[in-house]
Nanobody
Framework: QVQLVESGGGLVQAGDSLRLSCAASGRTFSGFVMDWFRRAPGKEREFVAAISWSGGSPYYADSVKGRFTISRDNAKNTVYLQMNSLKPEDTAVYYC?????????????????WGQGTQVTVSS
């Protein structure tokens, strides 16, 4: 059974940093695009960042560009999201997702596998 398990969330102050991890198990994610999405209270799930199998040319939402960095360690079947200069508006549940192929998508329905999410709360 395929599983994506996120970790690393927590409560921080504005300006702080956090690193989220997403560990995949049940199969290798070779050839998969890995993404992070988030859902803030009362809002729709939104795209945050995507990375290809090779790790090249990651793609970011404008709202996090320059502050967040997505990376992956294929040997560990793990993807990371380094979040710096956090803002209260970054408060959300963060989800890891996987999609077959090499084409990025910012649409949640395009993703085949999802984790349960990890809460990130940024206080002002």
């Amino acid at each position: 059974q395929v599983q994506l398990v996120e970790s690393g969330g927590g409560l921080v102050q504005a300006g702080d940093s956090l690193r989220l991890s997403c560990a995949a198990s049940g199969r290798t994610f070779s050839g998969f695009v890995m993404d992070w999405f988030r859902r803030a209270p009362g809002k729709e799930r939104e795209f945050v960042a995507a990375i290809s199998w090779s790790g090249g040319s990651p793609y970011y939402a404008d709202s996090v560009k320059g502050r967040f960095t997505i990376s992956r360690d294929n040997a560990k079947n793990t993807v990371y999201l380094q979040m710096n200069s956090l803002k209260p508006e970054d408060t959300a549940v963060y989800y890891c997702a996987a999609r077959r192929g090499s084409v990025y998508s910012t649409l949640a329905y395009a993703y085949d596998y999802w984790g349960q999410g990890t809460q990130v709360t940024v206080s002002s």
